[in-house]
């Protein structure tokens, strides 16, 4: 924490690049100045890297400070020399990618790290990234997502954390901490950024690019703190969203660029625009034109125009008509300006151009022994019917599904300059880990072709266990990506019927980039591991937990709904004034489902069990500017070593505004040996209580609290604390 506040405070001081960014600004033209507000993207061809010849130009003139989707080294010096060779002031340019989750080595997508409850595995994946990333020219990635979302219809749940505002705001920071390492200006730390500022994780109907619609007290309580989270790590510059908050699209919204980012949180790096956003202020409705679009953007505080060509078309033209003063334009300069040199680009404009480099650490055994980790981390056993897992080596095996020989879709969304062709599939996992596996496709993962079918169920019933690999196609998670139907695409789900009725062991490994319905698995399956992309070591880290050789410790990130028909469904939603009572009619709930949903954010399983002892207090009340122990034991009750990841809860019991029936306040991932125990043990003080009182003031109020402690969010054991007046 000290670490941290000193990294706040040093962020806060004027920059030692202040006389030369000064100095620079005083010989630019307008027109270049805009420039650097300027980022654009490159043409990136089926047979190698391109860029349209007006770009160059535009590079040449000193009309494009920024480029996105260029990289390797090899392109990015020859578009770097075109900056400092042959425009006027010689001013290098920043090259951006969506490095997600991975650069080359693909770890798994970020629902899925989050899903090991480890934000150190979080750290280590963006570390990874960056440094890959960094050696093939570029600078700037755009991530973490940080946006909170409860909606699985909406595709990019895959690119964030999941539904919780605690867990996300700590794998936000770790994150960060990852991407930009020891500091910007080291060849191997990339420049992160804060994204979609804000509340884009809560579109209208879960369909991507739509409105958001909430109260200021929700939007503070719930999306706002991981963002809040990431700028405190340190991030360097933050995106903004494509959706309306509060009326306004955020690309035009001063209260969230302006008195949010800067005023409240004293933000001083640069804020760029997602794709065109700006341009799309004008079907918003709250812009005439792109000219009045480009006008909202800057003057709300919106520093870098990403493809839209909007500032470059418009905005000279709105400083001499008095629309946005220069000073607007001069400070957003100066912040970009700030940030090239503090990456050292004026000193070396090559210096990430380093083809050794780059050859050394793509795809090296040490970043893919990481991925391998951090995939295990990832999977979640959300069934284990008789102890059918771990597996012996020796069983012979049915590898059956569309994704038991693949390669390409185990990648996932997102997944930067990532090849499938160094992906190693769950077949070659299992024959790596020396497994009597044997393949049957059965179907593919959409489509109705059942052809497959009686090869698959007769090749089971040859076999002692089914290994069943299905869930979705790369494309049908991530940007542009929601879905109204969240079951098992395709038959699939007829697959595993056919193959249930052959009477063997059915193990279902899921991979996937959200929830999925999925209740008549969960009934009928003996076993299910979540495994959602993992990236690049998919089949020898589910081998390692098909096996044994690791046993599984993940929780999951985000709920699993029933149906459709749920969503959104959350745990930490608030009570109503008819809570659910299953003895009485009149109360709020659904006539034809359970209100529970079918696996509860925090639950996962583990090939060994855990007791929870009841949870203790040193004092049951305490005061502002006081901290309250609590503990409780944890023991392995099983036959194996495992992990366990111990949940915190707590509830605000009556205040001012309504609060939730449970929200996360910590979380410690314990190891224990087979009839190990352990104290384990967790301070709450004011801050974990704070929330935004009925005047919207944050702060406490006195009064009673639940303190919930348990191994998910829906098995919990509880103690009364008061806090005093």
């Avoid at 570029?138 to 990019?156: E, I, K, N």
């Avoid at 024959?431 to 009597?436: E, K, Q």
């Avoid at 003895?583 to 007791?611: M, Q």
Wanted: proline share 5%; glycine share 10%; hydrophobic share 40%.
């Amino acid at each position: 924490m000290c670490l941290l506040l000193a990294q706040i405070h040093l962020s806060a001081q004027p920059s030692k690049h202040t006389q030369k960014v000064e100095a620079l600004l005083a010989k630019m033209t307008l027109e270049e100045k805009i420039g650097q507000m300027t980022l654009y993207t490159t043409d990136w061809g089926s047979t190698g890297p391109t860029i349209r010849e007006g770009y160059r130009t535009d590079i040449r003139s000193g009309a494009c400070g920024a480029l996105f989707n260029s990289h390797t080294t090899a392109f990015t010096r020859e578009l770097q020399r075109i900056a400092v060779e042959e425009s006027r002031l010689k001013i290098p340019l920043l090259f951006g990618y969506d490095v997600i989750h991975g650069y080359k080595t693909i770890f798994p997508i970020p629902l899925g790290e989050a899903a090991s409850w480890d934000p150190a595995a979080a750290e280590t994946s963006a570390r990874v990234a960056a440094v890959e990333a960094s050696a093939s020219g570029l600078h700037w990635t755009f991530a973490p997502m940080c946006d909170v979302s409860r909606d699985p219809r909406w595709g990019r749940v895959m690119e964030g954390a999941g539904e919780d505002t605690y867990l996300g705001s700590r794998f936000a920071e770790a994150r960060v901490r990852g991407f930009q390492g020891r500091g910007l200006g080291n060849t191997d730390a990339m420049i992160a950024c804060v994204k979609h500022f804000a509340g884009y994780g809560a579109p209208m109907g879960g369909r991507d690019y739509n409105t958001v619609d909430m109260s200021e007290r929700y939007f503070r309580d719930f999306y706002l703190p991981p963002y809040e989270a990431a700028v405190r790590a340190g991030a360097a510059t933050v995106m903004t969203s494509f959706n309306d908050y509060d009326g306004m699209p955020a690309s035009g919204n001063k209260h969230l660029l302006t008195d949010i980012l800067r005023k409240e949180w004293g933000f001083t790096g640069f804020v760029v625009t997602d794709y065109t956003s700006i341009n799309e202020m004008v079907n918003h409705g709250v812009a005439a034109d792109d000219k009045a679009a480009g006008e909202l953007a800057a003057n709300a505080g919106v520093d870098m125009d990403m493809q839209g060509a909007v500032y470059q078309r418009f905005l000279a033209q709105s400083v001499r008509d008095g629309k946005v003063p220069v000073s607007q334009i001069d400070d957003a300069v100066r912040r970009i300006l700030t940030l090239k040199m503090d990456m050292g680009l004026f000193e070396d404009p090559y210096k990430f151009c380093d083809p050794e480099r780059e050859k050394r650490v793509i795809l090296s055994a040490d970043h893919r022994a990481k991925a391998r980790d951090v995939a295990r981390k990832s999977v979640v056993l959300l069934k284990n019917e008789g102890q059918t897992l771990p597996l012996n080596t020796k069983a012979k095996i049915a590898l059956i599904g569309p994704l038991g020989d693949n390669q390409s879709e185990l990648i996932g969304a997102w997944s930067g300059s990532g090849s499938g062709n160094d992906c190693i599939s769950l077949l070659q996992g299992l024959t790596n880990a020396g497994g009597n596996v044997t393949f049957s496709k059965g179907c593919n993962v959409e489509g109705d072709d059942r052809s497959g079918f009686d090869a698959a169920v007769a090749l089971a019933r040859q076999s002692d266990v089914i290994v069943l690999a299905i869930g979705e196609m790369a494309w049908m998670s991530g940007e542009a990506a929601s879905r109204a139907d969240i079951n098992l695409p395709g038959v699939q789900e007829e697959l595993a019927r056919a193959l249930k009725a052959t009477g063997k062991p059915m193990v279902v490994v899921l991979m996937n980039g959200r929830p999925l319905t999925i209740p008549w698995l969960a009934e009928n399956a003996s076993s299910i591991l979540e495994a959602w992309w993992l990236g690049t070591e998919t089949g020898n880290a589910l081998a390692d937990i098909l096996y044994g050789a690791y046993n599984p410790s993940g929780k999951l990130p985000m709920t699993f709904p029933r149906s459709v028909g749920q969503v959104p469904v959350f745990y930490n939603e608030k009570s109503t004034g008819r809570p659910y009572d299953p003895n009485s009619k009149w109360t709020s709930k659904y006539i034809d489902s359970p209100n529970a949903p079918l696996y509860a954010f925090g639950y996962g399983l583990s090939y060994t069990t855990f007791s929870y002892g009841d949870p203790v207090v040193d004092k049951k009340a305490f005061s502002n500017g006081e901290k309250i122990t609590l503990r409780v034991r944890l023991t392995n009750t099983g036959k194996y070593e495992g992990e366990e990841t111990v949940q915190l809860y707590i509830r605000d019991l009556v205040a001012s505004s309504t609060r939730p029936v449970k929200e996360l306040k910590g979380f410690q991932k314990i190891r224990l040996k087979p009839g190990e125990s352990r104290d384990v043990s967790f301070e709450i003080g004011e801050n974990d209580l704070k929330f935004y009182r009925r005047d919207m003031t944050y702060g406490t109020e006195p009064g009673d609290f639940d303190l919930m402690v348990g191994g998910s969010s829906d098995q919990v054991k509880t103690i009364r604390v008061q806090l005093k007046p």
